[in-house]
C-alpha cells in the first residue's frame, strides 16, 4: 500500500453524502412517467415499455397518484404509446388511479393502447370503467 | 398419458427462486424460444401475460415469498405448441373460489384478474388437485378466447 501525503480528493465543503442524496431525491422528476401540458390537458405518457416489474409498477402508482394527491390536476390523459406489455399488477395500479382521479371530480382518459392490451381491458371489462380513445387527437378533443 | 414431445421442440426445467421479480430468470429465456419457433406477436403477447401471471402467483400468492420455498417450472415450446407447467411449494387454493372480476361490484376491485386473463388467452389451463400447480398449453392457430365476434363475417 503506497500511502500519498499530499494529496487529497476534493470533498465538496462542509457536505456530507446524506445531504447530497437528499438534494438529488428533491430534484428528482419522475421515472416511469412523462408529463406535459396541452392546454388544460396534463398528458401522461409512461416511459415503461414493459410494465411488470413490480418496483416499477409501485414507482408507477405512486407518480399517477401524486399528480392527482399533490399536484391536483384535474384532466389528465394518460398516452400508452409505446407500451407493449403490461401485468394485472399493473392493471391494480390503473384502477386505483381511474377511482382518485374520479373522486378528486377530475376527468382521466386513456389513449394509444395496443391491440394486445386493448384485449386484456375488454377480457377485464375495464374497457367499460376505462374512458379509452383511439388516439392522442380524438382523447384531446373529448376533453 | 405423457405426449411424446414433437421434434424440435425446446424443454427446458427451472427452479425459482420466491422473490420479487423471479419471473423473469425464465421469461426472457421463453420470449427468446417463442420467437426463434416462429410464434406470431399477439400469441407471445398472450404466452408472456399467462406465464408472468402464473409465475408471480406462485411466487406471491403460492411461496409467499419464503425465500425457503421454490417455484418449479417445466417449458415446452414447439412450432405448434407451448407448455409451461408451474408448481409452487404453497397450500394450494381452489381456482373456483376466485370471484368473477367482471362483475359488476368487482369491476373496479384492484385485484384478482391473473386467473381470467390466464383462462382467456391460453388455449387450455388446468389446476392439480391441491392447486398449488397449473398447467398452462397454447395451440398454434387457435383463435383467442377473449376475440368478439366480428361483424360482418357471419356468412
Not at chain 1, 42 to 48: F, H, I, K, Q, Y
Not at chain 1, 88 to 112: E, H, N, Q, W
Not at chain 2, 44 to 54: N, R, T, Y
Not at chain 2, 69 to 98: M, N, W, Y
Request: a negative charge; proline letters at 6%.
Amino acid at each position: 500500500m503506497v500511502k500519498l501525503q499530499g494529496f487529497r480528493v476534493d470533498a465538496p465543503a462542509g457536505g456530507s453524502p446524506a445531504t447530497g442524496d437528499k438534494e438529488r431525491k428533491a430534484m428528482a422528476t419522475h421515472q416511469r412517467i412523462d408529463v406535459s401540458k396541452t392546454g388544460d390537458v396534463s398528458v401522461v405518457r409512461l416511459l415503461d415499455q414493459k410494465i411488470l416489474d413490480e418496483t416499477a409498477i409501485q414507482e408507477l402508482g405512486a407518480e399517477l397518484f401524486s399528480l392527482v394527491e399533490v399536484d391536483n390536476r384535474k384532466a389528465i390523459l394518460l398516452d400508452f404509446e409505446g407500451v407493449e406489455f403490461l401485468s394485472s399488477a399493473a392493471l391494480g395500479k390503473l384502477i386505483t388511479f381511474d377511482r382518485k382521479v374520479k373522486t378528486a371530480k377530475g376527468r382521466l382518459k386513456m389513449c394509444g393502447i395496443s391491440p394486445g392490451i386493448l384485449e386484456v381491458f375488454q377480457v377485464t371489462k375495464l374497457n367499460k370503467v376505462f374512458d379509452i380513445r383511439d388516439d392522442l387527437a380524438e382523447a384531446l378533443a373529448a376533453f | 398419458m405423457a405426449e411424446q414431445p414433437p421434434a424440435g421442440a425446446w424443454q427446458r426445467s427451472v427452479d425459482l427462486p420466491s422473490e420479487r421479480g423471479a419471473s423473469r430468470l425464465v421469461t426472457d429465456e421463453l420470449l427468446e424460444q417463442l420467437g426463434a419457433h416462429g410464434w406470431p406477436p399477439d400469441d407471445i403477447f398472450a404466452i408472456h401475460l399467462a406465464a408472468e401471471e402464473a409465475l408471480v402467483n406462485a411466487v406471491v400468492h403460492g411461496n409467499r415469498l419464503d425465500p425457503a420455498k421454490r417455484v418449479h417450472v417445466e417449458c415446452l415450446i414447439s412450432g405448434q405448441l407451448v407448455r409451461l407447467e408451474i408448481t409452487d411449494e404453497g397450500e394450494g387454493f381452489d381456482p373456483a373460489s376466485v370471484p368473477d372480476c367482471t362483475l359488476e361490484e368487482r369491476l373496479e376491485s384492484p385485484s384478482g384478474r391473473g386467473v381470467m386473463l390466464m383462462r382467456s388467452f391460453m388455449t387450455r389451463i388446468e389446476y392439480n388437485e391441491r392447486g398449488n400447480s397449473v398447467l398452462l398449453e397454447k395451440r398454434r392457430g387457435d383463435p383467442p378466447a377473449a376475440e368478439p365476434p366480428a361483424p360482418g363475417q357471419s356468412s
